[in-house]
């Protein structure tokens, strides 16, 4: 157990719409990351936030937008769904060494 | 922009064997960490190693090793006496030592242990 913890588990939703993922990162850990895996484009950065700051944004889709509140969860919005945004979406979380925890995942099945 | 690349697709290893999955990366950095993380089908990301660019000596975590060459950019991982637990995907990752934070992963390679 990383200590870092992701809900829902699964998510199956319908082309369109929007949803939510949430992450808690482990205590401590100022900085969350999230990432996407895909079949098609493997493991990618998408967006990293730092004590409530967004530091830095990879591959994230206009589409997308995230957040991290004062009690340092984070929130990753899919919005307008598509097919192709079927995967699975970590967070992780460091406390300012190299390291990253990931998170279990949510799986993302759009329909 | 770094790139990360394992060229195994697919590994296969006897139980209580020695394996090594390979990687390699791009980079113009002089300053920056690498990863092994390790992906069982529980599908969690477990981190299993990591070595700093300007440390020498390769990095040991019980049965894993890695092998790092810094002038080949090389960044190979030993798992010894395998055993059947660790059959799961790897992913080599990289990371900066400045500026940009994320993981720049290769696709991964899928290592089966055989009993």
């Known amino acids: 157990d990383s200590g870092v913890t992701q809900t829902p588990k699964h998510l199956i939703t319908a082309t369109g719409q929007r949803v939510t993922l949430r992450c808690s990162p482990r205590s401590g850990d100022l900085s969350v990351y999230w990432y996407q895996q895909s079949l098609d484009q493997g493991l990618q950065f998408l967006i990293q936030?730092?004590?409530?700051?967004?530091?830095a944004k990879g591959n994230i889709l206009e589409r997308f937008s995230a957040q991290q509140f004062p009690d340092l969860h984070s929130e990753l919005n899919l919005s307008s769904l598509e097919l192709g945004d079927s995967a699975l979406y970590f967070c992780a979380s460091s406390s300012g060494l190299a390291e990253q925890y990931f998170g279990p995942g949510t799986r993302l099945t759009v329909t | 922009a770094q790139t990360v690349t394992q060229s195994q697709p697919e590994m296969s290893v006897q139980e209580a064997e020695t394996v090594t999955l390979s990687c390699t990366y791009d980079t113009s950095e002089s300053d920056y960490y690498l990863f092994w993380y390790k992906q069982p089908p529980s599908r969690q990301m477990i981190l299993v190693i990591r070595?700093?660019?300007?440390?020498?000596q390769n990095a040991t975590e019980n049965r894993f090793s890695v092998n790092f060459q810094k002038a080949a950019k090389s960044f190979s991982l030993k798992i010894s006496d395998s055993q059947l637990g660790d059959a799961a995907m790897y992913f080599c990752?990289?990371?900066?030592?400045?500026?940009?934070?994320?993981?720049?992963f290769g696709k991964g390679t899928k290592l089966t242990v055989n009993p």
């Open positions: 070595q700093e660019a300007y440390k020498q």
């Open positions: 990752a990289y990371r900066s030592g400045r500026g940009s934070e994320k993981l720049v």
């Open positions: 936030y730092y004590n409530g700051e967004e530091r």
